[in-house]
């Protein structure tokens, strides 16, 4: 059967409806780095198109066409590699707070939690990863028009960039094991 009738008919899952498809998938370039994270459903039509390979699939799932039974992919790799320029996270509030994991760097609440300069801007504090850090509102207002060291707070880590792959493993939330080794997490 060609790629153009697979693709025609749509794949259905054994266990699940139509829009589970929509799980979690890391890509991996040619060389075995992480590109990315896709849905079940993108990562079927890259196999079906022969433009990647399965790396691991789950076990005991499917997606299944009329006469075709395709395991559920977890990690596929490119079969071209993809040049890619230097990815940066971007730095956004969302980011400061999900890199310090929704905890408050100074006392570690993770309730009403905002972004604070760890050198206040109105000293010459700029808004950069290594300035911000995730705050709660009691401990931003206490900490105030000063460094922590005047205020007599300390920071539970120092602010830092984080990695393109940091930034892959915490969004997915709960990850699949098989991806560790890929994530520098094994």
Not at 121 to 145: E, F, H, I, Q
């Amino acid at each position: 059967m060609s790629v153009e009738a697979l693709l025609a008919s749509p794949p259905t899952v054994e266990r699940a409806s139509s829009a589970a498809l929509s799980g979690h998938v890391l890509v991996l370039n040619q060389d075995y780095q992480a590109l990315t994270i896709t849905s079940v459903q993108r990562a079927i039509i890259l196999l079906l198109l022969q433009k990647a390979e399965l790396i691991e699939a789950e076990e005991k799932r499917f997606v299944r066409s009329p006469n075709r039974r395709i395991p559920w992919p977890s990690i596929v790799r490119l079969k071209a590699y993809v040049r890619v320029p230097y990815k940066r996270v971007l730095l956004t509030r969302k980011n400061v707070i999900q890199r310090d994991a929704h905890r408050c760097q100074y006392c570690g609440a993770s309730e009403r939690i905002t972004i604070d300069h760890v050198m206040p801007r109105s000293r010459g504090g700029k808004d950069t990863w290594t300035n911000l850090v995730a705050a709660c509102v009691p401990c931003n207002n206490r900490k105030g028009n000063k460094t922590p060291e005047e205020a007599g707070m300390t920071l539970a880590r120092r602010p830092f960039r984080p990695s393109y792959v940091m930034y892959i493993r915490d969004f997915v939330g709960s990850l699949d094991h098989s991806w560790k080794p890929y994530l520098y997490l094994s």
